[in-house]
């Protein structure tokens, strides 16, 4: 099993430009998640999906959207750049949405926007 | 100017040696706290979680202990070894949209392990 994957590893994009980071998992869990992490910060939730069709905003949304696109795949878009935006972002799933199911995460995709 | 958020508190300790690994809490309401280990370039990993319940939890090589009172939880790691250098996280459980199971994570400590 690879676990959770994602694409791609690393990103530079100049402000205003659109892109989609990849999640996918093969654990067959029900629940995937989006996170950022800032230097010297812990993770933020961006957005979650507590079982396949529904998605749900966390914490911090704003200038994300995401598409829950079968059980496997979880993307996360972001239309239009921001410096703001530079992080590095996990994806991560469980069993369920409970914190008793553990989270698995994925690499990270580091995004550099300039 | 200078981000306080960009320098992570650093715990430094011989291999071999115990180390304690403090978080501070928000939420008195929280009821299942995880710790988590990340590596440099890695995504998180768990490592134990304790519910609101207990006082003190152990695993191989650490222990979580939680206080209540002070909204304070700790991690011990027993003989530590030069792989345990890493960031190392606590984690809440928090609610939103009226799902729970969403962690709010802390800033975080690096813990580096002196041969």
């Known amino acids: 099993n690879a676990g959770v994957t994602q694409t791609p590893k690393f990103q530079v994009l100049k402000t205003g430009q659109s892109m989609t980071l990849q999640c996918a998992q093969d654990?067959?869990?029900?629940?995937m998640y989006w996170y950022r992490q800032d230097p010297g910060m812990g993770l933020r939730l961006i957005y979650y999906?507590?079982?396949?069709?529904?998605?749900d905003k966390g914490e911090v949304p704003n200038g994300y959207n995401v598409s829950r696109l079968n059980k496997r795949e979880f993307s996360l878009r972001l239309e239009s750049a921001a410096p703001s935006q530079t992080s590095v972002y996990f994806c991560?799933?469980?069993?369920?949405?409970?914190?008793?199911?553990?989270?698995?995460f994925g690499p990270g995709t580091r995004l550099t926007v300039t | 100017g200078e981000s306080v958020g960009l320098h992570l508190p650093t715990l430094s300790v011989q291999e071999g040696d115990n180390s304690i690994i403090n978080c501070a809490y928000s939420?008195?309401?929280?009821?299942?706290f995880i710790w988590y280990k990340q590596e440099s370039g890695k995504g998180p990993q768990f490592i134990i979680d304790?519910?609101?319940?207990?006082d003190k939890r152990q695993g191989q090589r650490v222990t979580v202990l939680l206080n209540k009172t002070v909204k304070h939880l700790s991690l011990q790691i027993a003989a530590t070894q030069p792989g345990d250098s890493a960031v190392y996280f606590c984690?809440?459980?928090?609610?939103?949209?009226?799902?729970?199971?969403?962690?709010?994570f802390g800033k975080g400590t690096k813990l580096s392990v002196k041969p």
């Open positions: 654990m067959n869990h029900n629940s």
């Open positions: 991560a799933s469980s069993e369920g949405t409970r914190v008793a199911y553990e989270q698995y």
């Open positions: 999906s507590a079982s396949e069709g529904t998605t």
């Open positions: 304790i519910r609101s319940n207990m």
């Open positions: 939420n008195s309401a929280s009821d299942y």
């Open positions: 984690a809440e459980e928090r609610e939103y949209g009226g799902s729970q199971g969403n962690l709010i």
